[in-house]
């Protein structure tokens, strides 16, 4: 019997902490000043190597404790092992840094059959990662910006208010007396993440524990193409004040606006906001995460169709909450410019798909984009389940509720090579653009099945589909509307 997706996740989550651990150990080990951040192929690869066989005793020690033990007692030490693996993930992760980190925040909302304990670890690092000392940020600022935090702004909190994979934010004053979050990155991470993705095995034998039998290729191109873009702070601060700029004034989304005169290729200052985090949101009502999950569902669509532009990582950690729906978007070093070809291809295969239920010129489409190059060779009836799955929200113009059995099968139709779609996952040939959806796909519905979002995504998705702009369906959709009438550049 093969292992249960909680089991494979459990073991996957902790080999990606024991083979992060390797930073915190070598460091107490030879009791020297670290660097801010593990770099180099070889020096990472040799510890995954060293933690790695320290994962599988941990593992054998709970597998034999538990051979004789009764089902209460098999529970307790599941558990135990459970929670000792999550403080591994959260120490080893959050040190390591760079593309392994960013594997394990992916994690933490992907799929919701990890064990709570890894998962609530692991959704620490989304901004709550280990910081760098507050001596290797002053050199960081003073290096880009030409003087101290404390000489360059008039106030500065030496606590981070946030630590992820790439870099932390930091609060400040400017002298004109404005609030800012300054986003500094760690050093060496460039050359982390560099290594990382230069180390393929790495991630591939990560994500293969991770999910037996996926085909990580996809996964780890998307981060080998996009990672080093984020890298370049000018890039991610040109992306942000595009949105910043086509939101303004808008009734629920806001993005706030970077500012140039404090910004760098490793310093990004904006706008701070306060609000809300996502675990916050999660102990309000029902109908206020309902609200903010049709925020966040416009915002990634609507981006998609009227921006061309996608902000590719939706995750958790990226959303600041303000009640009433209203909801700040933070971190857009990754950003997907799609080309007017691609925004073709999805208004018809939603056209093709959905509209017209078209299945033979569904199926021309997917040939002809290169989607999958040979559909006759495949069961037609598979092929039509597998596409509508991913549809499946937007097929009945109804009410529908996210839920974690949702996002997980869509984990699974894009990844599990030996399910029952395995043999169309593996025809599959898919370009950059639908690489990219994917990852919409899979992060958005993750974010709102953790939300239990209930909305008519139907009527909500044919408001923002340019082909079909139906009249608004819900408050919010009026609100928006309206401002439209007063920013008509803006998307809907």
């Known amino acids: 019997m093969s292992p249960s997706p909680r089991s494979r996740l459990a073991a996957g989550a902790a080999l990606l902490g024991v083979v992060a651990a390797a930073a915190t150990l070598e460091r107490r080990r030879r009791r020297e000043s670290p660097p801010a951040v593990l770099s180099g192929r070889a020096t990472r690869t040799a510890e995954l190597a060293r933690l790695g066989s320290r994962a599988g005793v941990g593992l054998a020690v709970n597998t034999a404790r538990s051979a004789f033990a009764s089902e209460e007692r098999r529970a307790e030490l599941r558990s135990d092992y459970e929670l000792r693996t ?10 390591m840094k760079g593309a392994v980190m960013k594997l394990g925040q992916m994690a933490s909302y992907l799929d919701q059959g990890l064990p709570e304990p890894v998962r609530e670890a692991l959704a620490q690092l989304r901004t709550a990662a280990p910081p760098m000392a507050p001596e290797l940020v002053e050199q960081v600022v003073e290096a880009e910006l030409g003087g101290s935090p404390r000489s360059v702004f008039a106030s500065w909190s030496e606590h981070p208010v946030a630590a992820a994979s790439i870099g932390q934010v930091h609060r400040a004053t400017t002298h004109d007396g404005r609030e800012v979050a300054v986003k500094v990155q760690y050093p060496g991470v ?5 290594a990382d ?12 524990m991770l999910f037996p039998g996926l085909d990580p290729k996809p996964l ?3 981060l080998r193409a996009r990672l080093v873009e984020e890298l370049d702070y000018r890039v ?3 992306n942000q004040r595009r949105f910043a700029l086509e939101y303004d004034g808008h009734p629920t989304i806001h993005v706030p606006m970077p500012l140039e005169e404090w910004s760098t290729a490793r310093v990004l200052t904006t706008e701070f906001v306060e609000g809300a985090t996502f675990e916050q949101l999660q102990t309000w009502s029902q109908e206020e995460r309902d609200l903010a999950a049709e925020t966040i569902y416009r915002f990634v669509f609507g981006g998609v169709y009227d921006l061309g532009v996608f902000n590719g990582d939706p995750h958790p950690g990226n959303y600041v909450f303000h009640g009433n729906g209203r909801v700040t978007f933070l971190d857009f070093g990754l950003c997907k410019v799609f080309t007017t070809e691609e925004v073709e291809w999805f208004k018809r295969m939603t056209t093709t798909a959905i509209l017209d239920d078209d299945r033979e010129a569904f199926f021309r489409l997917v040939e002809e984009i290169g989607l999958i190059p040979n559909v006759a060779a495949l069961d037609a009836d598979l092929v039509m389940e597998y596409f509508h799955h991913f549809y499946e929200l937007v097929l009945r113009d109804e009410p529908m509720t996210v839920t974690s059995e949702y996002a997980a099968e869509s984990l699974r139709r894009f990844f599990d090579l030996n399910g029952p779609y395995g043999d169309i996952i593996k025809a599959a040939n898919l370009p950059p653009a639908m690489v990219i959806i994917q990852r919409i796909n899979l992060g958005v519905f993750s974010v709102l099945a953790e939300l239990g979002a209930t909305r008519n995504w139907r009527a909500i998705a044919e408001e923002l589909w340019p082909f079909v702009a139906r009249e608004p369906t819900t408050p919010m959709g009026h609100d928006i509307a309206a401002w439209r009438m007063t920013h008509p550049r803006g998307p809907r």
């Open 86 to 95: 999550a403080a591994q993930v959260v120490e080893s992760l959050g040190h």
């Open 190 to 194: 460039d050359d982390a993440i560099r």
């Open 197 to 208: 993705l230069d180390n393929s095995d790495l991630l591939f034998g990560a994500l293969g």
């Open 220 to 222: 780890v191109e998307e």
């Open 236 to 238: 991610e601060a040109a």
